[in-house]
């Protein structure tokens, strides 16, 4: 899965540029046969504004909210975007300005004010960021694009209007949730947050939103607090970007980049502070796993450890014979990768940028095996019976259990990330297929496919294109667990050609189905779903 593809060119920085929405959709030029069962859309969140006038955003994370979508029915495709109106970006159109500090940039108060307002602007505090910009996902009958932050925004995902802007604060207790949420095939969706716990020290909060209400009300209302995780460190929560789900229980992993609760407050009141300036290292924690029970939710006390680890995505986490196997995309070390994402650094041409990753922390993809049986005169021996894997956990004197992992993909600079499955019929189910985007240092150049139990490796690749996370789409008559297709924004702005498309893979294989080109550049995307 090692790319083979140098960049020189530096075609790649067109992705972190600002670009207008549209009035209407598009149509798409198709060529190849897309299969007749694939009518629906495709739905993406990413950054579109990379500036407000003279000012710019800093980080990756910073860009305001755009939503696209192709459209696919009967073997057309058309392609529509539209910036989610949002607080931050409705404030920032009206003021000329940014108005509300992002992951990696800070705002300002409004330099036409007099000293004194300015002066007490300081200190009413920043206003949390509602840009989501991450992902977007079903909650009952509506859809929600999200960040991580407390605010989720509803959106109509036929014509792209933002709706409204929800404030989960006011039904749960969390301080903000993940955009990687799990929703069982009833529509049932859990997440997880950091909260103040007992004695105002941190902890983590499983939230569950009911599915779509009998009486048509607002599952959201009704969301609750199921479970909650403790913290490692009462006053510094660790960063949390996706946790594991099997049928039975919650997994949390616990690692050492941590938000410093104390310096995260002051940034309320000190002029130039975001949110990355609140985060830090603890170089001696080391990384911990968490479980609990899903019904009734109960927190299981193992005290499961492991080396300094970075993680952002799981691949997928189930259950086999008393143990429970848990698949991450991680990144070696405890210095934060997000320190990597500034937006200059991305724009660097092909030579540094490959110097840069090279002082980066290294990507790894790795198998961990849970037992949940423990007993605490089994010191010193491997717990792990399982026959297919080469992960291993031993009960140390202290009543800990180290962990260490089975390695299912490493290359120096080559990550395997925004990994996906056949999720809904292999979501927190023993499975054999996983897909991703190939970072090639840092740059996407690739789709990746991974057979996780024989490490068979799949890929697809152009020169000077740049892809998007590969959604998988099941196909309705599917036998085995890779028949369906992927679906993935490319970018390809060489000369002579349309400058975006949407790729069409045959997942068992990663041979084109077809493709959908567009006149119109499309800015990196995160995350997205695929809408029958």
């Keep these: 899965m090692v790319s083979r593809v140098e960049h020189p060119a530096g075609g790649y920085k067109k992705v972190f540029e600002t670009c207008e929405e549209l009035s ?41 909210a755009l939503m696209h979508k192709f459209d696919l029915k009967d073997g057309h495709v058309t392609y529509y975007r539209r910036f989610i109106r949002t607080d931050a970006y409705v404030r920032a159109m009206t003021e000329k300005r940014i108005v509300i500090t992002e992951f990696g940039t800070a705002a300002y108060p409004d330099p036409c004010k007099n000293i004194f307002s300015r002066f007490f602007t300081y200190f009413q505090g920043i206003e949390v960021t509602d840009n989501c910009v991450v992902n977007v996902y079903p909650v009952g009958e509506d859809f929600y694009a999200c960040t991580e932050t ?145 019904n009734p939710g109960e927190y299981l006390d193992h005290k499961f450890r492991t080396s300094a680890f970075n993680l952002f995505h799981h691949i997928n986490t189930y259950e086999d014979q008393g143990f429970i196997v848990v698949d991450l995309c991680t990144w070696k070390g405890h210095e934060f990768v997000y320190n990597y994402l500034y937006l200059a650094n991305l724009r660097q041409n092909w030579e540094d940028i ?46 800990t259990i180290w962990l260490e992992p089975e390695v299912l993909f490493s290359a120096p600079r080559q990550a395997f990330e925004f990994p996906q499955i056949n999720y809904s019929a292999h979501g927190g189910r023993d499975y054999t297929y996983a897909y991703a985007l190939g970072l090639n240092h840092f740059i996407p150049d690739r789709i990746c496919k991974l057979n ?18 590969p959604l998988f789409v099941q196909s309705p008559e599917a036998v085995a667990e890779d028949d369906g297709v992927l679906l993935s924004i490319v970018v390809s702005p ?39």
Excluded at 52 to 60: I, N
Excluded at 452 to 469: A, G, I
Aim: hydrophobic share 35%.
């Design 354 to 399: 490959k110097k840069e990753a090279m002082r980066a922390p290294q990507p790894e993809v790795r198998r961990y095996v849970l037992p949940i049986d423990i007993h605490r005169e089994e010191q010193g021996k491997n717990l792990i019976s399982l026959p297919y894997t080469t992960a291993t956990a031993v009960m140390r004197t202290d009543g």
């Design 452 to 469: 996780v139990k024989s490490k068979e490796t799949w890929v697809w690749q152009e020169p000077d294109s740049y892809p998007s996370e």
């Design 150 to 294: 407390n605010y989720i925004t509803k959106v109509d995902p036929d014509t792209l209007e933002t709706i409204k802007k929800v404030d989960l604060c006011k039904y749960v207790s969390v301080n903000g949730v993940t955009a990687h949420p799990h929703i069982e095939k009833d529509g049932t969706v859990y997440n997880i947050g950091n909260c103040f716990g007992k004695n105002m020290s941190l902890a983590y909060n499983v939230v569950k939103i009911p599915p779509t209400q009998e009486d048509k009300s607002d599952p959201i209302e009704k969301s609750e607090v199921i479970v909650q995780f403790p913290s490692s460190e009462r006053f510094k929560p660790s960063y949390v970007h996706s946790f594991g789900m099997t049928e039975k229980f919650f997994v949390f992993v616990e690692t050492p980049i941590k938000i410093n609760l104390l310096k995260f407050l002051s940034a309320w009141s000190i002029r130039g502070t975001n949110y990355m300036d609140c985060f830090e290292s603890n170089e001696t924690l080391g990384t911990w796993f968490h479980v609990a029970t899903k």
């Design 494 to 532: 060489g000369e002579g050609q349309r400058p975006a498309y949407l790729l069409i893979l045959d997942a068992k294989d990663l041979s084109e189905i077809a493709r959908a080109s567009v006149e119109v550049i499309i800015p990196v995307t995160f995350h997205g779903m695929y809408k029958p």
């Design 24 to 64: 209407e959709p598009i149509t798409a030029l198709v060529t190849g046969t897309i299969p007749p069962w694939l009518n629906g859309s495709l739905l993406r969140l990413g950054p579109g504004l990379f500036e407000v006038g003279s000012e710019p955003f800093y980080h990756l994370f910073d860009g305001q």
